[in-house]
């Protein structure tokens, strides 16, 4: 709740608008006791004062009463009516979007067909004719909003709920003997609150000034009871000779409706679960730069990553994602880079590119060079013409990463195109050349697939031609197989593997699968909480892995061929990033660790190729 | 007595019928299948996305009305579709221990639902049963007064372990509960169920799509295809010596260490298309050992050797 109102006062605007509504809503609570003279007591001697005459602040109507006392009564009855009608149009429409969204099927139909036939009106003919149905009034008046109001909630919710009700929790919920009714009270409603705060909080404003458009026709409050919009109303035939009767009114409905606005927007953008993690803003188009200390010098290698370090700032938190990270990859050569969720793999790969957003992210110290060049804190241009041209990447899951809305054929040609100035049909035909390559069946007809109309298999390889599309000297993927069935993911590597042999290509493949890495990777390297904490020849790291964590998460997978078995665990987690440990980030979890184990920082050292940090390694290396 | 028992079970999703013409027949999600679990098994259930595993379990737990076919378990029938009778008799562990448990209850008011709603015990009847449970899965109690949100993968599926037991079940059905962990804490929850099911009795029908794991907990595994079962057999024995080619496929593409890199089939092969499913055996199209029969006709499971049921034309020799 505090840093509800932290983030909700955070946004400027908001504020003003809570303060302006404070004092409004303060007001006319208090008006009762206020020395107000009667609003309805007419003084056809006094009428039309002006502003700032003796006894009357704003002056007097054409009926010579107070405008003061009139405007803070008027304005209490047009918020109690807004606020009501948003609380039973919220209420019945909610009630209504979970019911349909719930059950489904049916029962939706029915209910939402109902719905669109109350949209298909234009809200204040509807209004006016429930108005005309049950004769004016403010009571009728208050029905009719809330009435015209009602689909609005109805389909909002309902969108909502159906996004939940597939959710597993409320499978979970079922098997747990609830019934549909305590689902929908305890399971769905806690969850769907905050979005009807937020469509309550952006709608009570319209509703007011809807209140007011009846009261304006005469259809509202009747006279001599005031509210904004017959007050409006009534000094329309003196708008020209008299303009502050209409003046008064027209600014207390504006002031209501653009504070109410303003302070529903500050609480829609303070609920919602993306900002309050700190991504604010949209993210800058190459991750920032503040490199303290010595940049490294370059190397011979094709891609070297030279003590990279990669944080985020969230609040006062800084997580350390990478922590001096060193890799480097020949052409022709693939690397392997292992490590559980949270060890630093992904973030090491899109650091390369710039990739990482920012904020939070921030490259804090290190080097990425390009045959030589120094991509970090390249300028945002240099980098847009590596990406996907020099450096490409593939990612894990193919369905979010292509665009569902376009053909795979037009994506391939744009990244073409974005790169090379070539004809339409050129790009069509290499299109279907690459996805020749990647060995789809029949690419004259797949160029023209959705990507909804492939599978898995054939989207991840669609991936693979889009990284090929620029004939690329590296390509870094991440988890590319994680998401597909083994038999797909044989394929898949053996792919990868042949692309490499025959162009020559560089291949960083970060991944938790050890068995993946055997089959397919030179080198390995073995992250751990940011750090690599090994490296080496495959073979040689897995048949004889130096530092226990390697030699303990090897042990953890099973095998196929091994039986049915106890399998061995590690205990314990891995530690988060923004608190590591002093001294080896492993030595909790480690039954090895001595006592300068947490002393001091550990090295990563050895003969090359092969490396280990760790004081007491299981093998020399 | 099996403690589960499920004959001829089938689901059928029908599709909408076209304003014009006929309905069309319906997609086949799970095709007749029978088989039974006795107590205390493991049986193990692998196949590739689309075969039909998902729509099995949630059958089985009644989550899903089965379109044919029975479900027994202990010899009772269960034709109700009251989710809270099979509650009691059968439980779910879920795949994605987050979603599984609602973000805004404290994980208390996840663990009492089942208590409450299942067996109506009362406050401090039911503190106690959570501090057993708690105790068993290895999870302290102070975890009660926090939201899902704070806890870690492996950590949030014992919990959602622990709601799975708090409901007393004889049969756990545990859908891909480990494939969303990492590989060292993936087996800290594997080693948990195994000690769990000696403790309190219970019988497992473990679904997965990783083959080593699968081999490593099960008693006897059943390989599903398309929505059939292609082959039944004893853990120790299916993937060494497969009879139907699609294990045998199974078995070749799972990445081993030491295993030079192969693609076990070149051709970009897809699974069969479930909205027009081929005649004969769905695997045909994939096969190497395929003839016009296997085109024309459906294979039946048949006796193959010890234990071991495949429905083939063409078995591989044992």
């Known amino acids: ?621 | 007595m099996p403690a589960l028992k499920v004959t001829n079970l089938a689901k059928t999703f029908p599709l909408k019928k076209p304003i014009f013409g006929p309905a069309p027949p319906g997609v086949r999600a799970v095709r007749p299948m029978s088989f039974e679990v006795a107590t205390g098994e493991t049986l193990g259930v692998v196949g590739e996305s689309g075969c039909g595993k998902s729509t099995l379990a949630r059958m089985l737990v009644g989550l899903l009305e089965p379109s044919e076919g029975s479900i027994e378990i202990e010899g009772r029938a269960l034709d109700n579709a009251d989710p809270a009778e099979f509650g009691k008799l059968i439980q779910y562990v879920f795949q994605d221990p987050q979603s599984s448990l609602n973000p805004r209850k404290t994980i208390c008011q996840v663990m009492e639902a089942p208590l409450r709603r299942l067996y109506r015990m009362q406050k401090p009847e039911r503190d106690k049963r959570i501090s057993e449970i708690f105790a068993s899965v290895n999870l302290r109690e102070e975890f009660l007064d926090r939201y899902p949100h704070e806890f870690s993968g492996g950590q949030a599926q014992r919990i959602g372990i622990a709601r799975a037991l708090a409901a007393n079940p004889r049969i756990i059905i545990l859908d891909e509960p480990v494939s969303a962990l990492d590989v060292s804490v993936q087996a800290q929850v594997l080693n948990l169920l195994a000690d769990l099911k000696a403790q309190f009795g219970l019988t497992y029908l473990f679904i997965t799509h990783d083959l080593a794991v699968v081999e490593a907990v099960s008693d006897r595994i059943i390989v599903l295809y398309f929505g059939a079962v292609v082959e039944i057999g004893r853990a120790e024995n299916i993937f060494a010596n497969p009879r139907h080619p699609y294990t045998r496929l199974l078995a070749d593409s799972a990445p081993v260490v030491g295993k030079p890199l192969t693609a076990p089939e070149q051709k970009g092969s897809e699974l069969p298309d479930p909205l027009n499913p081929p005649p004969g055996c769905a695997f045909a199209g994939r096969c190497p050992r395929a003839t016009e029969i296997c085109r024309a006709d459906e294979p039946k499971l048949t006796e193959m050797g010890e234990d071991q049921l495949a429905a083939c034309h063409h078995p591989l020799e044992g």
């Open chain 1, 1 to 621: 709740m505090n840093l509800f109102l932290k983030l909700l006062f955070r946004n400027r605007l908001a504020a003003m608008g809570a303060v302006v509504l404070g004092a409004i809503l303060l007001l006319v609570l208090l008006t009762p006791f206020l020395p107000l003279q009667d609003p309805d007591v007419t003084a056809t001697a006094d009428r039309f004062k002006r502003p700032f005459t003796e006894g009357h602040l704003l002056g007097t109507d054409h009926l010579g009463r107070d405008l003061l006392s009139r405007l803070l009564h008027g304005t209490r009855l047009s918020l109690a009516i807004g606020i009501a009608a948003a609380l039973i149009a919220a209420t019945i429409g909610s009630a209504i979007g979970i019911i349909a969204g719930y059950f489904g099927g049916r029962t939706d139909n029915i209910i939402m067909r109902g719905v669109d036939m109350l949209m298909a009106f234009p809200y204040i003919l509807l209004a006016l004719a429930i108005v005309a149905a049950l004769g004016p009034g403010l009571m009728n008046a208050l029905i009719a909003v809330a009435a015209v109001n009602v689909p609005f909630f109805a389909r909002n919710i309902r969108g909502i709920t159906v996004g939940l009700a597939g959710r597993e929790f409320i499978d979970a919920a079922r098997l747990a003997g609830m019934g549909h009714g305590r689902i929908i009270l305890t399971e769905l409603l806690p969850n769907v609150l905050p979005v009807i705060v937020i469509a309550m909080s952006t709608t009570v404003g319209w509703m007011i000034l809807e209140t007011a458009g009846l009261s304006f026709l005469g259809l509202g409050s009747q006279p001599p009871q005031a509210d904004l919009g017959s007050m409006l109303g009534e000094a329309r035939s003196a708008m020209i000779s008299h303009p502050h009767t209409s003046i008064v009114p027209g600014t207390m409905i504006f002031l209501i409706v653009m504070s109410i606005n303003l302070l529903g927007d500050g609480v829609r953008d303070a609920l919602d679960p993306r900002l309050r993690s700190g991504a604010l803003s949209r993210p800058r188009a190459t991750t920032l730069v503040e490199r303290q200390g010595e940049i490294p010098e370059e190397t011979d290698d094709l891609l070297a990553i030279k003590e990279l370090e990669t944080q985020f700032h969230v609040g006062n938190r800084i997580y350390r994602a990478v922590g001096g990270v060193s890799l480097a990859v020949k052409a022709g050569e693939c690397l392997g880079v292992i490590g559980e969720s949270g060890s630093g793999k992904s973030v090491t790969a899109l650091s390369v590119m710039g990739l990482v957003a920012s904020p939070p992210g921030v490259i804090t110290g290190g080097a990425v060079r390009f045959q030589g060049e120094d991509l970090i804190g390249a300028r945002y241009e240099t980098l847009r013409q590596k990406r996907g041209d020099r450096v490409a990447y593939i990612f894990q899951d193919p369905l979010s990463t292509l665009h569902p809305l376009y053909r795979v054929g037009q994506q391939l040609a744009e990244a073409i195109q974005s790169h090379h100035k070539v004809s339409n049909a050129e790009a069509r035909a290499r299109a279907i050349r690459l996805l020749q390559d990647v060995r789809i069946p029949n690419a004259e007809a797949r160029v023209d697939n959705y990507p909804h109309e492939m599978s898995g298999g054939m989207r991840q390889r669609v991936g693979i031609a889009m990284a090929l599309a620029n004939e690329p000297d590296v390509i870094i993927a991440d988890e590319p197989t994680t998401a597909l069935d083994v038999t797909v993911q044989a394929q898949i590597l053996s792919l990868l593997d042949d692309l490499r042999r025959d162009r020559g290509l560089a291949i960083i493949f970060i991944t938790h699968d050890f068995g993946v890495v055997a089959q397919l990777c030179d080198r390995v390297a073995v992250m751990y909480a940011g750090r690599i904490v090994e490296e080496g020849p495959t073979q040689a790291v897995l048949k004889a892995p130096a530092h226990p964590y390697t030699k303990r998460l090897i042990a953890c997978v099973p095998e196929l061929g091994g039986g049915r078995r106890a399998l061995a665990a590690i205990p314990g987690l891995p530690p988060v990033v923004d608190n590591l440990p002093e001294g080896c980030a492993f030595a909790p979890r480690c039954d090895k660790a001595q006592e300068n184990c947490r002393a001091g920082d550990v090295t990563l050292k050895g003969t090359a190729p092969r490396a280990v940090r760790c004081l007491y390694p299981e093998v020399a290396v």
